[in-house]
């Protein structure tokens, strides 16, 4: 199934969006998800489904400044 | 309000602007900037809102310059080490244009401080290196209902967003809260190249002065995101949150409060993005 993530088309497998998380390694706790425009809920990160065509943005915290 | 022949010569490239022209240029000589943060972002911003002609900036920040800052907090030089950032910053600011006053806080941003100080300003630049103070800069200004200006900076990573409260996406409508203490490096463990801070800074010294000016479309509802390794920016939607703790439909922030300082320790690095 084709998704976009941060802007680039990706071939991914997995049910959810927690997968897709997982299958790079990233503590869903260092991101904020966005799926198709809204933000998603961390807590609904396990049982939201990925679909064909999604776009989803992993914004990372960015802290600096000085 | 008239500008003298002097002042006229000075900001002659804005007033050419049909965007500013004189009447601009006033709204410009009028308006009150707060910088929290006198280092990487607040230096670039302070000098172009200097340059710009901006009435009043506000400089708050409790540190002494390091002789780590040089790499990238230009506003201070090596003359400045060990003296209080404000004051050195205020001294470059008056060189470059004594039109400007500036009015300096050698303190921290707290809760405490936060909003008797962000009220008295138009405009509200982030240029702090931690998640706590961003996250009080981004309620303070809820609170307050005053633009501001987000900026941050990690290893080749930049990014800014404009929020205006109640109208706009906040910080935490995007980062509800922030990261587990030891999760995400800030600049001080993690590095950052010096440029970055130029290159976000100037966006939201830019960003300020449309605000001031009201002009053309500022950068809200959107994220900002520059990689400086492949000199690529990216633009993220964002929209209101519903659920966001501070301005969404069943707010549990009603109130000023800090969150735990960070710890240094870094476990985790992001190397994913």
């Known amino acids: ?66 | 309000m008239e500008f003298s022949d002097e002042q006229v010569t000075r900001y002659s490239r804005h007033i050419l602007l049909p965007e500013v022209g004189g009447k601009g240029q006033k709204k410009i000589a009028k308006s009150r900037i707060l910088i929290v943060g006198a280092g990487g972002l607040g230096s670039p911003a302070a000098f172009y809102l200097a340059a710009a002609g901006v009435g009043t900036i506000g400089l708050i920040d409790s540190d002494a310059v390091d002789l780590s800052n040089l790499q990238r907090q230009v506003i201070h030089q090596t003359t400045d080490l060990g003296r209080p950032k404000v004051l050195s910053a205020k001294e470059k600011i008056n060189a470059l244009n004594p039109d400007v006053e500036v009015v300096t806080y050698e303190d921290r941003f707290t809760s405490k401080n936060a909003l008797e100080l962000v009220a008295k300003y138009d405009v509200v630049i982030d240029g702090v290196d931690n998640f706590p103070a961003k996250f009080l800069i981004n309620d303070a200004c809820f609170f307050a209902d005053k633009p501001l200006v987000h900026g941050g900076i990690l290893r080749f990573d930049g990014r800014v967003t404009t929020i205006v409260p109640r109208k706009s996406a906040c910080y935490r409508c995007v980062f509800k809260h922030p990261p587990p203490p030891g999760l995400v490096a800030s600049c001080q463990e993690a590095g950052v190249i010096g440029v970055l801070a130029g290159i976000i800074g100037t966006i939201q010294a830019t960003e300020a002065l449309k605000l001031v000016l009201g002009i053309g479309r500022p950068l809200t509802d959107r994220m900002l995101d520059f990689d400086a390794r492949r000199t690529a920016f990216r633009e993220i939607r964002t929209r209101k949150n519903p659920h966001c703790p501070l301005c969404g439909e069943h707010p549990t922030i009603t109130e000023l409060f800090d969150h735990e300082p960070e710890t240094c320790a870094v476990n985790v690095t992001s190397g994913a993005s």
């Open chain 1, 1 to 66: 199934m084709h998704v976009k993530i941060n802007g680039k088309s990706e071939e991914v497998q997995g049910a959810t969006i927690l997968d897709l998380l997982k299958a790079k390694n990233i503590d869903p706790h260092m991101v904020a998800v966005e799926l198709n425009s809204a933000m998603l809920e961390r807590d609904r990160l396990a049982t939201t489904p990925v679909k064909e065509g999604d776009q989803v943005e992993f914004l990372f915290y960015m802290g600096g400044g000085r």
